[in-house]
């Protein structure tokens, strides 16, 4: 494969909470996102579209596929890192739970899960692995990938060589995305809005 667009999905209504695993639907405003995301794309010449199967990946998912005349390849290793037991919980609620805890998951971050979530190591694994089978399909020049902010930040350290700060920043935007060439550096900044 030449080129990956890997695109966040749209806007929940637990947005600015730890979304991992759960798994609300695309509110109002990722639906007006989706359709500013389109208009981006609409230049772009996809062969695949692959997604995480959660319901926000998957609504964004769906509405590029219809655009571009395909049908969207759900893949559960491009799921969301899990967040145990701080699912659907702001930094202050974390806080007010365990403050001790939470300071140190901010020093240690990522090395130090959630309680009850998922380790980094096993996310990370589980994301280069399905980037890499992704990449190996030699019948597809271009394919969008619909998934999470941290599956993006995993690709931008891991294979385009960003810190985690500046990952951070890139995967911000909800319909956000970047573009990644195997074999190229650096991925190409390209954002919604």
């Known amino acids: 494969m030449d080129?990956?667009?890997?695109?966040?999905?749209?806007?929940t209504d637990l947005a600015g909470r730890f979304c991992g695993r759960s798994d609300p639907p695309v509110n109002k405003r990722?639906?007006?996102?989706?359709?500013?995301?389109?208009?981006?794309l609409r230049a772009e010449s996809m062969d695949a579209v692959y997604t995480s199967d959660l319901s926000r990946s998957l609504t964004t998912a769906e509405a590029i596929g219809r655009a571009f005349g395909?049908?969207?390849?759900?893949?559960?290793?491009?799921?969301?890192?899990?967040?145990?037991?701080?699912?659907?919980?702001?930094?202050?609620e974390v806080e007010s739970r365990d403050r001790a805890y939470a300071r140190r998951w901010s020093e240690a971050y990522p090395d130090l899960p959630a309680p009850g979530g998922e380790p980094f190591d096993a996310f990370q694994s589980r994301v280069l692995m399905a980037?890499?089978?992704?990449i190996a399909v030699p019948s597809q020049r271009?394919?969008?990938?619909?998934?999470?902010?941290?599956?993006?930040?995993?690709?931008?350290?891991?294979?385009?060589?960003?810190h985690e700060q500046e990952a951070w920043e890139r995967t911000r935007a909800y319909c956000g995305f970047f573009c990644y060439q195997p074999g190229r550096l650096?991925?190409?900044?390209?954002?919604?809005g």
């Not at 969008?144 to 294979?159: C, E």
């Not at 650096?186 to 919604?192: G, L, M, S, T």
């Open 142 to 162: 271009c394919a969008a990938v619909v998934t999470h902010a941290g599956v993006m930040r995993v690709v931008l350290r891991s294979l385009c060589g960003l």
């Open 131 to 134: 980037i890499d089978r992704l």
């Open 30 to 40: 990722g639906l007006g996102q989706i359709e500013e995301l389109l208009e981006m």
């Open 186 to 192: 650096p991925c190409a900044k390209r954002e919604r």
């Open 70 to 92: 395909l049908s969207p390849i759900p893949i559960l290793e491009l799921r969301e890192i899990g967040f145990g037991e701080w699912e659907g919980l702001s930094w202050p």
């Open 3 to 11: 080129t990956v667009l890997f695109i966040r999905h749209a806007e």
